[in-house]
Antibody, heavy 115, light 107 residues
Framework: EVQLLESGGGLVQPGESLRLSCAASGFTFSSYAMTWVRQAPGKGLEWVSSISGGGGNTYFADSVKGRFTISRDNSKNTLFLQMNSLRAEDTAVYYC????????WGQGSLVTVSS | DIQMTQSPSSLSASVGDRVTITCRASQGISDYLAWYQQKPGKVPKLLIYAASTSQSGVPSRFSGSGSGTDFTLTISSLQPEDVATYYCQKYNSAPFTFGPGTKVDIK
């Protein structure tokens, strides 16, 4: 069974940084692209970033480009999202998801950016 | 970048009705289109990928069609458990944009 468990969310002030992690199990992690999707309170799904299975290709939404970094540690089956220069509009539940068209989703990690 | 639109933004239908949701891409994306269901308070779930291929375990009343720029998700006979918001997503190339969603409820 595929399991994705996010961690690292919380309350931060504007301009601060946060690192999300996603521990994956139940599949051959290195064989799959991975994706972060976020959902602001009461809003729709927003694709944030994706990374290829080997980690060599990364993709970002314009809204986070230059501020967020995606990476993975295939030896530890873990996906990361480093979020810098956070803004109020980054407040959302962040989902870790398997594949470019996500076939499995984590439960989400809430990130709140507020002073 | 390619923009994704959905129509309608919401609909209300009776149990047993046939429901159709449309997703349109501003440029052709071949069949690199997925559909998701998100029930209130729940995690999204993949229903359809490659425009018309059903994900394992998805009830047969859900079907997808289309190619290029115009796609549809059809629920052949709406059930109470289908109350949810439905999203399309393009994945031919980055950005892998989601549509704005269509909220479906029971009349």
């Amino acid at each position: 069974e595929v399991q994705l468990l996010e961690s690292g969310g919380g309350l931060v002030q504007p301009g601060e940084s946060l690192r999300l992690s996603c521990a994956a199990s139940g599949f051959t992690f290195s064989s799959y692209a991975m994706t972060w999707v976020r959902q602001a309170p009461g809003k729709g799904l927003e694709w944030v970033s994706s990374i290829s299975g080997g980690g060599g290709n990364t993709y970002f939404a314009d809204s986070v480009k230059g501020r967020f970094t995606i990476s993975r540690d295939n030896s530890k089956n873990t996906l990361f999202l480093q979020m810098n220069s956070l803004r109020a509009e980054d407040t959302a539940v962040y989902y870790c998801a398997k594949d470019l068209h996500p076939t499995a989703w984590g439960q989400g990690s809430l990130v709140t950016v507020s002073s | 970048d390619i923009q994704m639109t959905q129509s309608p933004s919401s609909l209300s239908a009776s149990v047993g009705d046939r429901v159709t949701i449309t997703c349109r891409a501003s440029q052709g994306i071949s069949d690199y289109l997925a559909w998701y269901q998100q029930k209130p308070g729940k995690v999204p779930k993949l229903l359809i990928y490659a425009a018309s291929t059903s994900q394992s375990g998805v009830p047969s009343r859900f079907s997808g069609s289309g190619s290029g720029t115009d796609f549809t998700l059809t629920i052949s006979s709406l059930q109470p458990e289908d109350v949810a918001t439905y999203y399309c997503q393009k994945y031919n190339s980055a950005p892998f944009t989601f549509g704005p969603g269509t909220k479906v409820d029971i009349k």
